[in-house]
């Protein structure tokens, strides 16, 4: 089993580095679990490129949700990370629905539709990010701190979201609600063109607006986390900058944190909490 979770921390010091480097500061006997829980995200986030075509992801998606059913037990121990999750479902006692709600979540991410409205965004990003940092939480603190994880993780998806919207576009893929593109009269052509407009910079800035609000929200209870819990909020210190590199950037050009940025930023908030979602 150790091999799995070795395996585990591996796949996201590759594929989630700021979450990794956030694991760090947790106790070493949680870690484990924290990798098995990130490298499970990790793999879900993979789905539409590793499969190419929505049914193939939807098969794979299957498969992950009949693994948190235990109906694919044989399987899933011949698979690290499904070994690994395994284990730490039981070990946390975590609910496996809130598991196959974001496995639900994540077929959205297999087909092209805009998302529908605002509501929806924030829907979706709490069944993916928000429901992570509070698995982590549970991990380390044994509390879901849902008044932090909760618009916490919200900010923390739609950050992430806007940081791949050029990628997004390019591939016809879209994730700005078809709200705002109406509201904006933005072209749907257009953005898959990759030509930018006054409506698109209105609804990625409302956006941001949205991301930023939720920041605000999670920052206001940020006192209210036990200690213990801090290495898992650690990866929402990013989102602030981020959003602000955002606002400087043309909305198809790149707007990532360099990654040493990216580490201090965490270190300063693992130094000091007060900065988680600040």
């Known amino acids: 089993m150790q091999d799995a979770f070795t395996y585990c921390a591996e796949l996201v010091r590759a594929a989630d580095r700021d979450r990794f480097i956030a694991s760090l500061f947790a106790p070493a006997e ?8 990130y490298a499970f995200n990790a793999e879900l986030a993979r789905v539409r490129d590793v499969a190419h075509a929505a049914l193939p992801g939807e098969i794979r998606l299957q498969w992950w949700s009949d693994v948190i059913n ?11 990370v499904a070994a690994a999750l395994l284990d730490t479902i039981e070990r946390y006692g975590f609910a496996p629905e809130k598991f196959i709600d974001l496995i639900e979540a994540r077929r959205f991410d297999l087909y092209d539709d805009p998302m529908a409205g605002l509501a929806d965004l924030e829907a979706y990003a709490a069944k993916t990010a928000s429901v992570l940092f509070a698995f982590a939480a549970q991990i380390l603190a044994g509390v879901g701190a849902e008044a932090v994880s909760t618009p916490a993780g919200i900010a923390y998806a739609i950050a992430g979201l806007l940081r791949a919207f050029p990628l997004h576009a390019a591939r ?4 700005v609600p078809a709200e705002l593109l109406e509201r904006y009269q933005v072209r749907l052509h257009d953005v898959f063109a990759g030509r930018t407009s006054p409506g698109l910079h209105a609804a990625l800035a409302e956006m941001r607006d949205l991301a930023r609000r939720h920041l605000d929200a999670a920052h206001e209870h ?3 986390l036990p200690p213990a819990a ?4 650690l990866p929402s210190a990013l989102v602030r900058p981020a959003l602000d590199r955002l606002e400087r950037c043309a909305p198809f ?3 990532e944190i ?19 979602a600040g």
Do not use: K, S
Not at 31 to 36: I, S, T, V
Not at 261 to 275: E, F, Y
């Open 30 to 37: 949680r870690r484990g679990a924290l990798h098995a829980l």
């Open 70 to 80: 235990r109906e694919r037990d044989e399987e899933a121990r011949a698979n690290p």
């Open 172 to 175: 016809g893929q879209l994730y």
């Open 222 to 224: 940020v006192t209210t």
């Open 230 to 233: 801090t290495p898992a909020f």
């Open 253 to 255: 050009a790149p707007a």
């Open 258 to 276: 360099p990654p040493w940025r990216r580490q201090w930023l965490i270190w300063r908030a693992a130094r000091n909490p007060a900065r988680i």
